[in-house]
């Protein structure tokens, strides 16, 4: 079992900064950062391959979010920048024992709490 803690969530304003953190209890193949706004499905934000480094983004941040891992500490970022109103949601942290990165939450078998980002306009 994998326990995955976020935090880093926040109310900040439209072209300001977040960096969210996904603390892992183990390891895992692969973290992803999905997001979800009220009324819509869950989506594939970005992800990371712990064993090759390969990153993922989805169109809509790619050039503006930046997914990252730090070995040691079992942890992967997410940095934001140029946040936009569109980029409101709750985010999540996502993690597979095994495989590639995925933009199917089908695909993977832990998930964290959420955290809120509200971006103003």
């Known amino acids: 079992q994998v326990q995955l803690v976020e935090s880093g969530g926040g109310l900040v304003q439209a072209g300001d900064s977040l960096r969210l953190s996904c603390a892992a209890s183990?390891?895992?193949?692969?973290t992803a950062w999905f997001r979800q706004a009220p009324g819509t499905e869950r989506e594939f934000v970005a992800g990371?391959?712990?064993?090759?480094?390969?990153?993922y983004y989805a169109d809509s941040v790619k050039g503006r979010f930046t997914i990252s891992r730090e070995n040691a500490k079992n942890t992967v970022y997410l940095q934001m920048n140029s946040l936009k109103a569109g980029d409101t949601a709750v985010y999540y942290c996502?993690?597979?024992?095994?495989?590639?990165?995925?933009?199917?939450?089908?695909?993977?078998?832990?998930w964290g709490q959420g955290t809120q980002v509200t971006v103003s306009s």
């Open positions: 996502a993690a597979r024992l095994w495989g590639a990165v995925g933009s199917d939450s089908q695909q993977y078998n832990y």
């Open positions: 183990g390891r895992t193949s692969v």
């Open positions: 990371i391959s712990w064993r090759t480094g390969s990153t």
